[in-house]
């Protein structure tokens, strides 16, 4: 856990737990009995370059594509996409399809997945899909575009 940063932002002071062992009698080496283990708090300075500085979570972006046309009937194909900038994969994802079904599913890559499904209307509509993908931290990012579906 960093603490402070110098002012010139190159150094991290670290409060990190410190145990060591209290010898009773330093020319002798044996296995001190565990009262005399001490532990305190002791702060460092280390080059903040040294440092994995990790994120708490970041929510995945996602793309859903362009909006699109489709003819009833037929297996529209969605391809979607999505980058996450902490990768915590598995992710979980839910299609909205817009006509009150919907898709669930599982992937363990970030970037292009696609999906299908077939819509069915008697007259021409405009639907909206929304992509919600879920990282294994619970965070979640959705895109939504507009597909037409239409009717010769
Ligand atoms: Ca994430």
Not at 5 to 29: M, Q, R, W
């Amino acid at each position: 856990m960093v603490k402070s940063i110098s002012a010139d932002g190159n150094f991290c002071e670290l409060h990190v737990p410190k145990f060591y062992f209290v010898h009773p009698n330093e020319e002798t080496v044996q296995a001190p009995p565990i009262d005399n283990v001490v532990g305190k708090i002791e702060t460092v300075w280390v080059p903040c370059s040294s440092l994995q500085i990790q994120a708490a979570s970041s929510a995945p972006v996602v793309n859903a594509g362009p909006d699109e046309r489709t003819l009833t009937g037929l297996l529209y194909p969605l391809n979607w996409s999505f980058t996450d900038a902490n990768h915590d994969g598995p992710w979980s994802y839910t299609i909205d399809w817009g006509d009150g079904s919907t898709s669930t599913g599982s992937v363990a890559n970030e970037g292009s997945h696609s999906d299908g499904h077939t819509y069915i209307v008697l007259l021409q509509r405009n639907l909206t899909i929304t992509v919600t993908v879920t990282d294994a931290s619970g965070s979640s990012g959705s895109d939504s575009k507009v597909v037409t579906v239409f009717v010769l």
